[in-house]
Every structure is written in structure tokens, then in C-alpha cells.
């Protein structure tokens, strides 16, 4: 659960107190799970929450049309033309926070835009713009190093 966190949160030190957090709200709160669905999701989930809030309360996450630049001249380097998926990890990493939040709910987590929009307080819109940025960004970021690969022209 550490590596859902992580997602979120760049500190080591920040991800292992909001899981710590989140494993106290899921011993809290583990009466009210419904032996229905899948318990690591669930758990899973109040990680997530508990990272968005996290960034929420720290004011760390910036839905912001003016904030592309913020991944520039980020010093990574690659020296493979294989994709690696380290480097894409620091891609991601890189993206302006709110991007980063969009992306990796829709894309790794797998939520809906309304979904995200519900948990982040935003439109369904603004997700769907906010991950659309997050896309480019990272389409240029992979055209500058030649690593572009099928479906993303």
C-alpha cells in the first residue's frame, strides 16, 4: 500500500504517514466493510483518500491551466531507446500535481471522470481537461527523447 501512496505523495517519509493513517482508518472502520467486494480494494481505496486528502489539507495539488511549464528542464536522463518504465515513473513524477493526481486516478486506478471529479472536489470537465494535459506532457516529454510508440499521434 505503500507504492499506492507513493502515487500521490512524493516523501517517503509523507506516503509512510499517510499509510499509517490509512491502515488506523481501515482497523477503525473494518467493521463496516460488506464482505462483498474485494478487501484490498477497499483498502486500496481508503489509501487513495487518504493521500488526496493529504495533498487537499498541504494545498499541494493545483488544478491550473498555467502550470505546463512547470515540467520543464526536470534533468532526466536516458540513454536507452527502450521504454523504461523507471523513466516513466519520473514522467509522471514530474507532472504538475494536480495533473499527476488525474492521470494516475483515470489510468492506474482506473476511475471514471466523474468519480475523480467527486473525489476531488472539481468538474467532470476539469478532470477530463486535467488528464488530456497530462497525456501531452508526457507525449512531448517521450518525443523529445524519440520514445514515441504506437496510438499516441
Keep these: 500500500m505503500l507504492g499506492v501512496c507513493r502515487q500521490y505523495i512524493k516523501d517517503l517519509q509523507f506516503a509512510e504517514d499517510i499509510m499509517c493513517k490509512g491502515f488506523l482508518k481501515v482497523f477503525t472502520h473494518l467493521h463496516t466493510f ?8 477497499w483498502v486500496r481505496r481508503i489509501m487513495i483518500r487518504e493521500s488526496i486528502s493529504y495533498l487537499r489539507k498541504q494545498q499541494f495539488v493545483v488544478y491550473d491551466d498555467d502550470i505546463l ?34 492521470f494516475i486516478l483515470f489510468t492506474v486506478e482506473g476511475y471514471k471522470h466523474q468519480e475523480i471529479g467527486e473525489m476531488l472536489n472539481i468538474s467532470e470537465s476539469t478532470s477530463k481537461s486535467q488528464l488530456f494535459k497530462a497525456r501531452k506532457i508526457l507525449q512531448e516529454k517521450l518525443k523529445e527523447k524519440n520514445i514515441i510508440g504506437y496510438g499516441t499521434e
Excluded at 460488506?34 to 480494494?41: D, L, S, V
Excluded at 523504461?84 to 514522467?91: A, C, G, K, N, S
Design 34 to 41: 460488506k464482505f462483498e467486494g474485494n478487501f484490498e480494494g
Design 69 to 102: 511549464d512547470q515540467t520543464e528542464n526536470q534533468g532526466v536522463s536516458f540513454s536507452s531507446s527502450e521504454l523504461d518504465v523507471e523513466y516513466i515513473q519520473v514522467l509522471i513524477d514530474a507532472l504538475p500535481e494536480g495533473y499527476r493526481t488525474v
